[in-house]
Nanobody
Framework: QVQLVESGGGLVQAGESLRLSCAAS????????MGWYRQAPGKQRDLVAA???????NYADSVKGRFTISRDYAKNTVYLHMNSPKPEDTAVYYC?????????WGQGTQVTVSS
């Protein structure tokens, strides 16, 4: 079993930077991808950013140029650096990994951006 522990969420003002962290532990085999999704009230869960083997990254258009995803292979940790957040970035952010073909999810961390 794989466990994901997220941290770093909270209340910030628009333009104030924030960093989310997600550490994976347990029976980790070979992580193919790590990333972040988010879900705002009344909306579906959407991809924010992902990083795959070889450090290939993928971003939602709405966060390109503002958010950066990075990964610490030694710590099995993925980060989401949120620069210049906007009120519309307010959501519950979920970490996920794909390990040996299986998807695992974190419990979610609330990010609220005030105007």
């Amino acid at each position: 079993q794989v466990q994901l522990v997220e941290s770093g969420g909270g209340l910030v003002q628009a333009g104030e930077s924030l960093r989310l962290s997600c550490a994976a532990s347990g029976s980790i085999g070979n992580i193919n991808a790590m990333g972040w999704y988010r879900q705002a009230p009344g909306k579906q869960r959407d991809l924010v950013a992902a990083i795959t083997v070889g450090d290939n990254t993928n971003y939602a258009d709405s966060v390109k140029g503002r958010f950066t995803i990075s990964r610490d292979y030694a710590k099995n940790t993925v980060y989401l650096h949120m620069n210049s957040p906007k009120p519309e970035d307010t959501a519950v952010y979920y970490c996920y990994i794909n390990d040996m073909g299986h998807d695992y999810w974190g419990q979610g961390t609330q990010v609220t951006v005030s105007s």
